[in-house]
């Protein structure tokens, strides 16, 4: 499976997840906002055609976040002060 097809799969994944996420009184995962990748968002950007943006945040634990858009989600992830990004 490729990177595209996976990135593909991911946002059925989270579709699926957004009609089942709660109901009854049982809430299953937290909204959506986006989906987090945890390590390779760079190769992920790049596989895709997308640019990526680093995005500043105010936190203790990841003061960044590298982002982009594709098929009209937000693909993203977490980082500390790491030079290397």
Do not use: H, W
């Not at 500043?56 to 989600?73: C, P």
């Amino acid at each position: 499976m490729t990177i595209k097809e996976r990135a593909d799969e991911m946002i059925k994944l989270k579709e699926c997840l957004k009609k089942i996420r709660k109901g009854d009184g049982v809430v299953f995962v937290r909204e959506l906002e986006g989906i987090q990748v945890f390590s390779g968002i760079k190769r992920l950007a790049e596989a895709l055609g997308q640019e990526l943006q680093i995005r500043e945040r105010k936190s203790r634990d990841y003061s960044k976040e590298l982002a982009f858009e594709y098929k009209g989600n937000t693909f993203f992830e977490l980082q500390d002060d790491d030079p290397d990004v």
